[in-house]
């Protein structure tokens, strides 16, 4: 016999399920439940869509950690950008000490204004606000790892500049926390301080290396103001203690002016500077080839001798051109190993001008490798313009460590490159916190 | 017989009244059925569960880009400063060569400016650098650019599309310019 549902059975059935529910812990039964009869008490034994409620309530707590997470890293982020601003900052500021003292005034102007020139080329006042405020940039001296204000110690001689960076509330810029605004902390404030010291007149000592092959005959007198501009860099911004010497070069080295202040003899220096000739003439080597390796050589064994505290060491090479090899025997004077522990020489008879570039640029890692800088500076007038280039590309291998390489410099060239060169050498720019 | 058999074969019911009863009657199990409802609420959470995950990961990778871009433009950029490099990929630093763009690759000379720019990076995104000397102030200016989308590593949500990340450092340039 066929069933026919009727309504009134199919509520029956719907009632029969909505009713069908598990008790929760503490409830005895859904008759128990049900029995109270208070909404509150019902909600709190329902077990159906437990897992939902469970995710909506955990949820914001979940994200709240993601947000903590990328506020972390933002703030990390600032933080290096502040620091790398204020040392950039106080680089700046150092570099241009010596304005407070050509200033005539005592003027911080120019020290302020660098300081935040580069402030806020790391860190653009339109983005980050005004970073580096001018009182935030002082002059001070730094000693025994202390830093003492001006106006705090009323000297008149600062040596150091210290700047700090700002990103406070206080200063406008405070970095924003994202959400930070929900728990009451909308912003956080960073603060980062460096301080760079500069100190003039260190010692510079230099050998300056001085090609008197043939082919520089010409251009010997270009040579000899070199040799004075090297010079006048040395005793005008260096320390006196400063050494200064010359070794001259054909296929082996002479050393011309022995490591010695330069100073005391400063006149004696000018004079054989003026008496520089190139090779065969009188009081001058014999011609045979062009070997910087030798001077190299030589000036890294007189360096070796000398023991200067914190003195910068400076191989200045001059030269016509690339090396190039006579048909005679070379030594060990002469540079060719490559190291100095170096067993197999890079040749000894037969070299090619290959073979002695390469026991050049050998001698140039080995110079810098033993903490000297090499400078080059070639004199191009008498090489065919179409290996200029490559020339200058060469020699160009041997400039190590902070040293320059000049091609073909006019006279003013010498006077600003080296002298800018010189000066820098003989001062200390530190970031000392 | 089963119950659907049963509304078609009685005389008296018509058959679209049997048919609506029988589908209204298996919606009503459906909802009412227990049997995999963790399958069904793990279903729901996944979406926004993996949005969640993902941009933590995302989130964390960038500002870790971020960083290590920061660092390594001021590195090179000390570098230059200190004139311990005087290169950059198109040659030497010269009044008429004074910038340089290029994207960092294994093919950059340690002699380069950009070598040092490129060091220390994530491998997982391409970073694009430029070297500026500016010889009138002197100043050296290291920048170092990325896609946002690459170094959020899993960016499929696509938050940070056509996004880029930029770090730069600029400082004085020390000692002769070029």
């Known amino acids: 016999m066929p069933v026919i549902p009727t309504p009134r059975a199919l509520i029956g059935l719907l009632r029969a399920d909505a009713t069908d529910r598990r008790p929760a812990a503490g409830c005895r039964t859904p008759t128990a439940c049900a029995s109270r009869g208070a909404a509150r008490q019902r909600l709190l034994c329902d077990r159906r869509a437990a897992i939902a409620v469970l995710i909506a309530l955990s949820f914001p707590f979940l994200i709240a950690l993601g947000v903590l997470a990328a506020n972390v890293g933002y703030l990390y982020y600032r933080q290096l950008l502040l620091r790398q601003t204020v040392t950039a900052a106080a680089l700046a500021g150092a570099s241009n000490l010596t304005t407070y003292y050509s200033s005539g005034n005592n003027s911080t102007a120019t020290v302020v204004a660098q300081a935040q020139a580069f402030a806020t080329a790391n860190e653009p006042t339109a983005t980050y606000g005004t970073v580096v405020p001018a009182a935030d940039v002082v002059l001070g001296t730094w000693s025994n790892g202390t830093f003492t204000s001006l106006a705090a110690s009323g000297s008149t001689t600062p040596n150091s500049v210290q700047v700090t960076g700002l990103n406070t509330t206080a200063n406008g810029n405070a970095v924003s926390i994202l959400l930070g605004s929900l728990v009451g902390v909308p912003t956080a404030n960073m603060t980062s301080t460096a301080t760079a010291s500069f100190a003039t007149g260190q010692n510079f000592d230099t050998i300056v290396i001085n090609d008197l092959s043939q082919s520089f005959k010409s251009e010997i007198s270009e040579q000899q103001s070199a040799d004075k501009s090297i010079l006048n860099c040395v005793t005008a911004n260096a320390a006196p203690t400063s050494l200064f010497g010359i070794t001259a070069i054909d296929g082996h080295s002479t050393v011309m002016l022995a490591l010695a202040q330069a100073n005391p003899v400063l006149t004696l220096i000018e004079s054989l500077i003026g008496g520089l000739n190139y090779c065969g003439t009188l009081g001058m080597p014999q011609c045979s080839g062009s070997n910087i390796a030798a001077g190299v050589y030589s000036a890294i064994q007189q360096f070796s001798t000398v023991s200067g505290l914190n003195a910068t060491k400076n191989i200045i090479i001059i030269t016509d051109g690339v090396p190039n090899a006579d048909p005679i025997t070379y030594t060990t004077a002469d540079g060719i190993y490559p190291t100095p522990t170096s067993t197999t020489p890079t040749c000894t008879s037969s070299c090619t001008d290959a073979d002695m570039l390469v026991m050049a640029q050998n001698q140039a890692a080995d110079a810098y490798a033993a903490g000297i800088n090499v400078s080059t500076i070639y004199y191009s007038g008498d090489t065919p313009a179409s290996e200029q280039s490559s020339y200058a590309a060469s020699l160009a291998t041997l400039r190590k460590g902070v040293g320059v390489s000049l091609v073909a410099p006019t006279p003013a060239q010498i006077t600003t490159v080296l002298g800018g060169f010189c000066s820098t050498m003989a001062s200390a720019l530190k970031l000392v916190n | ?178």
């Open chain 2, 1 to 178: 017989m089963n119950e659907a058999q049963k509304f078609t074969h009685h005389p008296l019911v018509p058959l679209q009244g049997m048919r609506a009863v029988a589908t209204w009657r298996r919606c009503r199990d459906l909802v009412h059925c227990r049997r995999s409802t963790a399958a069904i609420e793990f279903a729901m959470i996944v979406t926004p569960l993996l949005v969640l995950i993902f941009g933590f990961i995302s989130v964390s990778a960038i500002f870790y880009t971020w960083s290590s871009m920061q660092n390594a433009a001021q590195y090179a950029a000390m570098l230059v400063s200190t004139g311990q490099v005087k290169d950059v990929s198109t040659g030497a630093l010269s009044p008429s060569n004074t910038s340089a763009t290029t994207r960092c690759s294994s093919t950059l000379s340690s002699s380069d400016a950009e070598y040092y720019a490129c060091s220390n990076l994530p491998s997982w995104a391409t970073f694009t650098v430029i070297t500026t000397e500016n010889c009138a102030v002197p100043s050296v200016e290291v920048s170092l650019s990325a896609s946002a989308s690459a170094a959020a590593i899993i960016d499929i949500f696509k938050f940070f599309s056509g996004e880029t990340l930029t770090a730069q450092a600029t400082l004085m340039k020390e000692g002769s310019c070029p």
